[in-house]
């Protein structure tokens, strides 16, 4: 009776406290008592995480940072304010560990300290973390009455694929199912381990490429012809249209961007990106500088305001709104497929049309010269068409006269005669 007691009036406390406005005002009393300073943001995220344990879909992380640079003390404070029956704290293990152990992972919070290949356990890892890919597999195979490995054949598992990217593509957001790409890589990975193990004789997956690359599709820049339609029916979305058109910059870079990154006396945007964190220096075309100008003039922004706004509400554009309101002005403009990504593909060919070198656009577009290269160079037909017109110019190497002194035998310098 009084253990029942007990259980209530720790439960009334809990939902007291997750009911309280200020939880996690409360939440980085107790971290910081702990002796953790400075992360606050760091620490938060880390507790939402570690309490996601108890969704069907839990938040995955990777605590990435310089050797001691407090990367476990950091999760360690944090995982003080869990009950300790409900994490499993790894120090090292072997990759059969994860496929045989007795160990129960469902809802719980894995703390693996550090990656060590050479114990074996980052591919396990990798397959746990994945295991939504895998229940789509099984959920597939369940369909197809297949419940022996042997069977899982080369056709089977194209199959798959097909009945897969039929499901991504029926999400709101399936980006025409370049997830795929990552679930085959998943897969391949998990049967490979059948294969090392000698469970079955050969891997079943076929790659279909990296994850996070189309190598068929490459670049896709707007025409000429569809960048006057696009500006001539922007309307209320011309600011954004603009800074896309003359920056380049991702999506996620245009919604985040605030006034205090643009320099209008120095007529340059300066910011680091999100994706890979690179510092970039833009210098603002002029058509764009005169849009920035007029919006400074009427709103009187703070310089923590956010530059691009909702039309519709006028608070700041988020990036998904911002995809959308792109797509609805390339369907009023007659553009299909007119997403944020393609802007900064014009800009990239753009830059090299007029003579810049894949140097110059990695630096304002905050990549490297290798990806530039890559998706950029060999799938751009206006590149293509540029080097034919080179070749075609009538001008070259055989069309130089011969110099008559290039005909003259040389003296090799070991047989020079000797001066008199």
Not at 65 to 90: C, H, M, Q
Not at 343 to 368: C, E, N, Q, W
Not at 377 to 390: A, G, M, S
Request: aromatic fraction near 6%; charge should be positive.
């Amino acid at each position: 009776m009084v253990k029942k007691v007990k259980n209530e009036v720790v439960r009334e406390e809990a939902l007291g406290l997750l009911q309280d406005d200020n939880f996690f005002g409360e939440f980085l009393k107790d971290v910081e008592r702990s002796g953790l300073v400075g992360e606050e943001r760091n620490a938060i995220l880390l507790y939402i995480a570690a309490i996601s344990a108890l969704l069907s879909h839990p938040i995955n992380v990777i605590v990435k940072g310089l050797s001691s640079a407090g990367k476990n003390f950091l999760v360690t404070r944090v995982l003080r304010l869990i009950p300790e029956e409900a994490t499993r704290e790894i120090t090292s293990s072997s990759a059969q560990a994860w496929v045989y152990g007795d160990t129960a992972f469902q809802h719980k919070i894995v703390y693996l300290q550090e990656r060590n290949d050479s114990a074996g356990a980052i591919h396990p890892v990798r397959l746990l973390i994945s295991e939504a890919t895998l229940r789509e597999f099984e959920k597939f195979l369940t369909e197809k009455g297949v419940s022996v490995l042997p069977d899982i054949t080369r056709p089977l598992v194209e199959s798959f694929k097909i009945w897969r990217l039929a499901g991504i593509k029926r999400r709101k957001y399936a980006r025409g199912g370049a997830g795929l790409v990552l679930d085959v890589a998943i897969l391949h990975r998990a049967l490979a381990f059948g294969v090392e193990n000698e469970m079955i004789v050969r891997n079943p997956v076929r790659m279909e490429g990296r994850p996070g690359e189309n190598p068929e599709r490459g670049a896709e820049p707007f025409t000429g012809a569809e960048l006057s339609r696009l500006r001539e029916h922007a309307g209320e979305d011309l600011p954004a249209f603009l800074l896309l058109r003359w920056t380049g910059f991702r999506g996620s870079d245009a919604v985040s961007m605030s006034w205090k990154e643009v320099h209008l006396d120095q007529k340059e945007i300066e910011r680091v990106t999100q994706k890979r964190k690179k510092k970039v220096v833009v210098p603002i075309q002029v058509e764009l500088l005169f849009a920035l100008e007029a919006e400074y003039a009427s709103r009187k922004p703070q310089a923590s305001d956010r530059v691009l706004l909702n039309p519709s509400t006028g608070k700041p554009l988020t990036r998904p709104r911002l995809y959308h309101r792109m797509l609805a002005l390339g369907k009023r403009a007659g553009v299909l497929n007119a997403h944020p990504h393609r802007f900064r593909d014009t800009l990239a060919v753009d830059m090299l049309l007029r003579g810049g070198s894949p140097y110059d656009v990695a630096k304002i577009l905050g990549d490297t010269i290798e990806t530039v290269e890559r998706h950029y160079t060999p799938f751009v037909k206006e590149l293509r068409d540029r080097v034919r017109l080179l070749l075609d110019n009538g001008s070259g190497l055989e069309s130089l006269p011969v110099a008559g002194n290039l005909e003259k035998p040389v003296t090799p310098l070991s047989h020079s005669p000797k001066p008199n």
